[in-house]
């Protein structure tokens, strides 16, 4: 235990050294001021949006939803950016400039040298995932008056879409060099943001082939299904036109949702680290 | 009693090159072994594998009896990489500190004040590792490598950002830890400094052992040199045994003798000789 939280602190300091936590709150800072700003004005004028009068829609709701899911959407983009440069350079980065050998001969074993990375920074991301989750719903409660029906899981399913990228870093910096994995972790993730909206599109359309893709991908990369499926959760009360209106948007939800894919979500997570310690035992350093 | 380090048929291979190919040594309990051999030789390849490291294609090498790389080796095990480094925001004290957690040192700061006198770093308890020199880094290394007082170390290159002065230090500290008993293998480029304090001395040359053995072993005669009012004559081929009779002869010959030396190759000689001057 000594061991792992040596390491875990190790990671933490050096994090910290780097200036990436700097980097992401102040990032973090202006983005929520352009929340609340947003938030600040739709919400103000949201009696002067009319829909016509042969229409039901919950303007509140749509508003909310929509400015929230925009939220989840950016603390994801915060959360996968801390993520990657807490562990792009964890393995190769760290052995290329020697950082790492020193570490690895101790009787620590390499193991629990990875996973101790893995939870350091795991903790890290899910403190500051649910902290700007929470103060996005604050802001949204506080300038519109508007709560989703879930507020526990969809930060949850967040934070948990960001471990996940977390663990394929860790995996990539085994075998990648630190530019290749940041890269590769970063267009990974852009590949299954397309794919998200790529199925919202597909369902418009109705267009099986794209919804097809759309759910492979949901699979392959399950912390974007992860994201879909926290907002969904957070339109869930939106009813009629106004969810219709907002299954249209970016922000609609998933199609590939509930335990199926948690569970998935679950153990995909722990095949990676599975695969990131197996990988890791036989490198060479 | 384990060996120390007992290397058997160890072989590595990296793509198409062979690093190694059979190697065997060993190291006894409280000997101190020098690994010389030209760039590319495979020295840095095999204290690699020793550390666990890197995995052998084939072969053996195990440390106190334990495999490389298993915990166990790894616990008796001190090791100063050839390229290192420390985070820079780390003081040579924290360094030494992160290094006694991870190896269940429980020596404290007795220990790390110890460790930082024996390098010559006591004044640098509290800087900054950016702020040392390469010199000042390096001893910290050699520190770091003691943490626990393991009984085994392996040393790459562990003078080859040292001044003389620096030299000298690690070279009484190698001094002082074969009395203590600890056994090192020290891969240096240095010939004079593995001359003077190893007990045994292995080649490496294209992954292979050309030579071994200790450095008198490894010096060859050359023969005699006779100093008398005539100047200084050498008699090649003329062992020990004949430095009598030859200063017998000069005398009988009427010459004044002022000396006689018997010339041997040195190691640097026996390393050229056995590299065929190769380098990389």
Redesign the interface.
Known sequence: MTAVLTIAGYGFREAVRRKVFAVVIVLTAVFLFLFWLANHFVFDQLGTIAPPSDVHVDTRTFAGAFLLGLAMFATLFLGVVLAVFLTLGVVSGDAERGLLQPLVVRPVGRATLLLSRFLGAAAVCIVYVLAVYGIALGITDATGHWTPPAVVAPGLELAGGVVIVIALSLLGSVVLSSTANGIAVFMLFGAGLVAGLLGTIGHALNSHTIKHASTIAAWALPFEALYQDGLRLISGSATGLTGFLLQLGPFGGAYVHGWPIRIWAAGYLVIALLVAVLAFSRRDL | MPQALAVRGLEKRYGAVQALKGVDLAVEEGELVGLLGPNGAGKSTLV?IA?????PTRGRAEIAGSPAGS?AA??C?G?L?E???????YSADEVLA??Q????SDGGAAERKRLLELVALADATDRRVDGMSKGMQQRL?VA?ALVGNPPVLLLDEPTSALDPVGRRTVRLLLEELRERGVSVLLNSHLLSEIELVCDRVAILLGGEVVAAGSPGELSQPRGIELETDEGVREIPGASREDAPRLVAEAVAAGRKVYGVRVLTSTLEETYLEAVGGETS
């Open positions: 690699k550390a666990g490291l890197v995995r915990p790894r616990a095990l090791y990489a390229l290192f480094r420390f985070p820079g925001w992160l290094h957690r991870l190896a269940r290394g770091q």
